[in-house]
């Protein structure tokens, strides 16, 4: 066989289910190759940029790696945003890239430049494939580096001769191992520490959103009353509902979940990446009694120099603090009041104008109270990114672990569209609703195409003030104007239909829920477009100012 043949061949040995791309002539042999799989599905989409956020997104939900492919050159530059976002996010992900042939890469050549030091900077790892009797070993590899915590991007070139030459090798067996578990020790030592402590808080972290590590998490927060404040990315790893959920944390400007942050005597990190939210923010007088546990050790910071880490199974760590609270003969004891307040203050604010029946615009808050309203425990909600980014990081909370995917590690516009195609392709049972604002979402808009083609159910809700909202608003906190920030948009109604999408204006708070349900119920992708009240964002930033903490 050729060594494209073995190249998918070793893909479908390490159950790769789909690859999402735009093909060129310097991948032909591998799309060929790829053409006779009966396991992977090859998704052809408009842009290589919406493929990356694709893959990225089939991780995120599954844990498991998808492919995406781009040829040489502009090809593979297309790529690189959404694999720099997947990386940032911790989302296994493989990059196919073609390139030129071997004999032609030494010299100034037709679309040539080198792809692979391009892309060592936004993945694990990163390399080509010079002979075809390395291929078993190298898709080996790059499974297992990209799927390894933490999980990230790994990118793989094949040359077009390369790709042509015989080979007679197989594919390597794909063997798994258990991942390493924090020190005995170490554990004694966090758990003497926590015994001592009286107003102990968890941040949970990106890493908290892995499924087993959830269900330890909430063990330990129910056999303790600890609460937890959750990053934009670990939404949904306790339930909302739970006494414990301080809900989320991670403006810039002090939120209400901070008083409970500055009223601790230990804070206990879990998965927390500082990519997401920097421990300036919660602890720029370090001063913090601070415990690191993670499945590595904590990035070097002044302001994040832990007293106590556990390396290892972030999951396996939580198993074995509750094992040790099982065999405490009286229960631990702390003054939780001031959480009980907060997330008092916050659970009235997140209501605050849910009862809303403006008109002409519709205030962020009653959109996503709506949206909850609509939306079961299990469905999934991508946020892009801009202005509305903030608003679902603090008002959309979740039930369960991977129901609000936001990118918050590298934060690319652009993500939400792509990636709601992915999620309606891992979940076709689950209501997906994407929402985006007006910038963001003509970024990818081409792959609605991609989405209609592929009759995907999904709803895209954009909230649309005809501006960069999120730019304007930090502009305004610093100099008090901004520049102009403002642009044109489509009609909304007839871009819909040119796409052959349902398309949806809703101008009165009172009809959106009933609106965004029948999005849920029709057949096939369905656009809804909100004019937006991004008054607020100034009024939420005068309110954060004079935010006072009692402690």
Not at 146 to 162: F, S
Not at 441 to 460: D, G, H, I, S
């Amino acid at each position: 066989m050729k060594a494209s043949d073995l190249m998918v061949k070793c893909l479908e040995e390490e159950g790769i289910e789909y690859i999402f791309g735009v093909p060129g002539e310097e991948n032909a042999d591998f799309m060929m190759s790829l053409e006779k799989s009966k396991q992977i599905r090859f998704i052809l989409t408009r842009h290589e940029q919406g493929a990356a956020f694709m893959a990225e997104i089939y991780g995120r939900l599954t844990g498991n790696p998808a492919g995406c492919l781009g040829t040489l050159g502009p090809g593979a530059t297309n790529l690189i945003t959404g694999v720099a976002d997947s990386n940032m996010d911790r989302a296994p992900m493989l990059v196919l890239t073609g390139q030129g042939a071997s004999t032609r890469l030494h010299k100034e050549s037709h679309q040539v430049m080198d792809v692979v030091q391009m892309f060592k900077p936004v993945t694990k790892w990163a390399t080509t494939i010079w002979h075809p009797e390395n291929i078993p070993e190298i898709v080996r590899k790059a499974v297992r580096v990209c799927r390894t915590e933490k999980p990230g991007a790994v990118h793989i070139e094949l040359p077009e001769d390369i790709a042509k030459l015989a080979i007679d090798k197989m594919p390597l067996p794909v063997r798994k191992f258990r991942r390493p578990v924090p020190d005995d020790k170490a554990i004694d030592r966090i758990y003497d520490c926590l015994k001592k402590a009286k107003r102990p808080i968890i941040i949970a972290g990106n890493g908290c959103i892995r499924r087993r590590a959830s269900k330890q998490l909430r063990i330990f927060c129910e056999q303790t009353g600890i609460g937890v404040v959750s990053t934009f990315m670990a939404k949904g790893c306790v339930d909302m509902n739970a006494p414990y959920c301080l809900y989320t944390i991670g403006l810039g400007a002090k939120d209400i979940p901070a008083c409970a942050v500055d009223a601790a005597d230990l804070v206990i990190c879990l998965g927390y990446d500082m990519v997401e939210y920097h421990p300036k923010l919660w602890n720029n007088d370090r001063t913090k009694s601070v415990i690191h546990i993670d499945f590595l050790p904590a990035e070097i910071d002044e302001n994040y120099h832990p007293q106590l880490e556990a390396v290892g199974d972030l999951a396996h760590a939580l198993w074995m603090l509750n094992e040790r609270l099982k065999k405490e003969p009286t229960p631990l004891s702390f003054d939780l009041s001031q959480q009980k307040t907060t997330r008092e203050d916050m659970s009235a604010e997140l209501a605050k104008h849910k009862d809303d029946k403006t008109e002409g615009s519709i205030r962020p808050q009653k959109v996503l109270w709506d949206v909850r309203k609509v939306m079961g425990p299990h469905d999934i909600l991508l946020s892009d990114v801009g202005a509305h980014k903030m608003w679902i990081a603090r008002h959309f909370q979740c039930n369960e672990p991977n129901t609000c995917l936001i990118p918050n590690g590298f934060c690319s516009m652009g993500f939400a569209l792509p990636g709601a195609l992915a999620a309606a392709l891992v979940h076709p049972d689950r209501n997906i609703l994407a929402i985006c604002g007006d910038a963001g979402f003509m970024m990818n808009v081409q792959e609605m195409e991609t989405a209609r083609r592929l009759n995907l159910n999904l709803t895209v809700m954009v909230w649309a003030d005809n501006a960069y909202g999120l730019i304007a608003w930090k502009q305004d906190n610093e100099f008090g104007r901004h520049t102009d920030l403002s642009f044109g948009n489509p009609d909304w109604l007839q871009l819909a239909s040119a796409f052959d999408w349902r398309g949806h204006l809703v101008d009165k708070a009172e009809n959106l829920e009933n609106t965004l349900q029948q999005c849920f119920n029709e057949p096939g992708p369905s656009l809804l477009v909100i004019p937006i009240d991004y008054r607020e964002n100034t009024l939420l930033t005068q309110r954060l100012g004079e935010l006072t903490c009692s402690i």
